[in-house]
């Protein structure tokens, strides 16, 4: 009885662990693959897509954002939060030059 | 739970307090990495925008086996962090397990750093070094290879730290000299490993992908 709910445990782990893995592996081919499809400005934008979608579920799923309490997603997301902000304000001069 | 004595510090005197303080202490400072590491991108971002044309002729003499491999290898380490990391959470039964995987974690991470020690050295030979001799014309692509080498350099350090603080918790979980189970120690490496990994999954398509379509 314990020896199987041990195996169990371990299975669960695997199966959740394994299909997340797998998903970043996909992610990983397709953002190869379409480097070399000609989008014009689209292509790069494409892999950033791509590295965001990964990163989500490396930071939801492995990191355990998904499940975690109000205070950790704060803590979480303000660096986001001024990062967005940092990035505005130098494209407010980047873009706006003659 | 008697292994909570074993694994309260101070100045805590409840366990639980001590466990949240730790994963609010690592996102805060993973915060300020994301930061860190989000200055580096946007000027590599500014500099792309001045110089779109050098930034693609740059993009292309990377080496995007190295680069497709490397990041397989980090995501695959993550797989494996997690599973150690979830494992310690689930029963003390599981310890062997979250050894076995801290140790394929840092050898993946040992991997990495070897695989970029290659790249390292074909880039040397291909003069991609800024400075006199740099194998590209355009003055851009000497901007987009000091971004490289800085950003690729500092993620290593990170990742060494990475390998380093695995390597430490395998001695201590090895010798028993703290248990496994609900280590607030495995958690906080764990989340400090997988942000590594985030770093170059940005990494990936800003180096290697750039200019492979034209």
């Given at each position: 009885?314990?020896?199987?709910?041990?195996?169990g445990?371990?299975?669960?782990?695997?199966?959740r662990?394994?299909l997340i893995?797998?998903?970043?592996?996909?992610l990983?081919?397709?953002s190869l693959i379409?480097?070399?499809?000609?989008?014009?400005?689209?292509?790069?934008?494409t892999?950033?897509?791509i590295?965001?979608a990964k990163s989500?579920l490396v930071?939801l799923?492995?990191?355990?954002?998904a499940?975690a309490?109000?205070?950790i997603?704060?803590?979480?997301?303000?660096g986001?939060v001024f990062?967005?902000?940092m990035?505005a304000?130098t494209?407010a001069?980047?873009?706006a030059r003659p | 739970m008697s292994d909570?004595?074993?694994?309260?510090?101070?100045p805590w005197?409840?366990?639980g307090?001590q466990r949240e303080?730790?994963?609010f202490?690592?996102?805060?400072?993973l915060?300020?990495?994301?930061?860190?590491?989000g200055?580096?991108?946007l000027t590599?971002?500014?500099?792309r925008?001045e110089?779109?044309?050098a930034?693609?002729?740059?993009g292309r003499e990377?080496n995007?086996?190295?680069g497709?491999?490397n990041?397989a290898?980090?995501l695959t380490?993550?797989?494996?962090?997690?599973v150690a990391a979830?494992?310690?959470?689930?029963?003390?039964?599981?310890?062997?397990?979250?050894?076995?995987?801290?140790?394929?974690t840092?050898m993946?991470?040992l991997?990495?750093?070897v695989i970029k020690?290659?790249e390292y050295?074909e880039?040397?030979?291909?003069h991609?070094?800024?400075?006199?001799g740099f194998a590209?014309?355009?003055?851009?692509?000497?901007?987009?290879y000091?971004f490289?080498w800085?950003?690729?350099?500092?993620?290593?350090?990170?990742l060494?730290?990475g390998?380093?603080l695995?390597s430490?918790?395998?001695?201590?979980?090895y010798?028993?000299?703290?248990p496994?189970?609900?280590?607030p120690?495995?958690?906080?490496t764990?989340?400090?490993?997988?942000?590594?990994?985030?770093v170059?999954?940005f990494?990936?398509?800003?180096?290697y992908?750039?200019?492979r379509?034209?």
């Amino acid at each position: 009885m314990n020896r199987r709910g041990a195996s169990g445990d371990i299975r669960h782990l695997w199966v959740r662990n394994l299909l997340i893995w797998a998903a970043l592996l996909v992610l990983l081919l397709l953002s190869l693959i379409a480097a070399y499809i000609p989008m014009g400005r689209i292509t790069t934008a494409t892999g950033i897509v791509i590295a965001a979608a990964k990163s989500t579920l490396v930071v939801l799923l492995f990191m355990e954002l998904a499940s975690a309490k109000p205070l950790i997603r704060l803590a979480a997301i303000a660096g986001l939060v001024f990062l967005m902000a940092m990035f505005a304000l130098t494209f407010a001069d980047v873009l706006a030059r003659p | 739970m008697s292994d909570e004595s074993a694994l309260l510090r101070e100045p805590w005197i409840d366990f639980g307090r001590q466990r949240e303080a730790g994963k609010f202490g690592i996102w805060v400072f993973l915060a300020s990495e994301t930061l860190f590491f989000g200055a580096l991108l946007l000027t590599y971002t500014a500099c792309r925008i001045e110089h779109p044309d050098a930034f693609a002729a740059a993009g292309r003499e990377t080496n995007v086996w190295y680069g497709t491999i490397n990041t397989a290898v980090l995501l695959t380490s993550s797989l494996t962090m997690a599973v150690a990391a979830q494992a310690a959470e689930e029963a003390a039964r599981l310890r062997r397990l979250v050894l076995a995987c801290l140790i394929i974690t840092a050898m993946l991470g040992l991997a990495f750093i070897v695989i970029k020690g290659f790249e390292y050295k074909e880039d040397i030979d291909k003069h991609l070094v800024p400075g006199a001799g740099f194998a590209l014309p355009q003055p851009g692509a000497q901007l987009f290879y000091g971004f490289y080498w800085l950003v690729t350099g500092v993620h290593a350090i990170h990742l060494s730290i990475g390998i380093g603080l695995v390597s430490r918790l395998i001695w201590v979980l090895y010798r028993r000299e703290l248990p496994a189970k609900d280590n607030p120690e495995i958690e906080v490496t764990a989340l400090y490993w997988h942000l590594v990994d985030i770093v170059w999954i940005f990494l990936y398509p800003l180096i290697y992908l750039p200019g492979r379509a034209s």
